[in-house]
């Protein structure tokens, strides 16, 4: 159905959707791996030889799939071209994003940046085949701020980390 409006949807999706998982491309699937599940803890699910793998956080079949498929050895799509800006992985609480932080710090991985968006908290940078990563935690809906007129008000604000890891105790 064509509107003249793009953004106008007169059958909104239902409001239960997620998005299930993830599929990344990337170079070199132990590489990958020891990214997702040495560093940020992700569970193997599943090992297909050295073509594809299937991880998850606890007993869900799979969040992310890594393949080689059409990218072994490849490299990262160049700047200025179209593709994945970034996955964005949902921490349960605040103390769990500090220890996504802490293993990240702990690896020696440099972040891209750190931002409070008033509406969650999110760590930004790199796996290994130079995919964005975003690490975030959702600020209960009841503490969003909102304009006047109750419109959502989200900006990009520095995130203390120091502040984050204090959390770990």
Same mark, same amino acid.
């Given at each position: ?11 909104? %999706?239902?409001?239960?959707?997620? %998005? ?43 969040? %992310? ?105």
């Amino acid at each position: 159905m064509t509107t003249s409006n793009p953004t106008e949807n007169v059958n909104p %999706i239902n409001p239960g959707v997620r %998005i299930g998982h993830v599929h990344l491309k990337v170079a070199d699937l132990d590489r990958a791996l020891g990214f997702y599940c040495g560093v940020l803890g992700f569970e193997l699910k599943q090992r297909m030889g050295g073509s594809a793998a299937f991880i998850a956080a606890g007993g869900y079949h799979h969040h %992310i799939g890594l393949n080689t498929w059409e990218s072994a050895g490849g490299q990262p799509p160049a700047r200025g071209t179209t593709g994945l800006f970034h996955l964005a992985i949902l921490y349960p609480t605040r103390r769990d994003l500090a220890d996504a932080l802490r293993r990240v710090l702990d690896a020696g991985l440099r972040l891209d940046g750190a931002s409070n968006h008033g509406v969650s908290h999110a760590l930004y940078l790199r796996d290994p085949d130079q995919n964005g990563v975003e690490l975030y935690w959702d600020l209960p809906e009841s503490e969003w701020p909102r304009s006047d007129n109750g419109d959502l008000v989200m900006g990009t604000y520095r995130l203390d980390l120091d502040a984050l890891l204090g959390e770990l105790g």
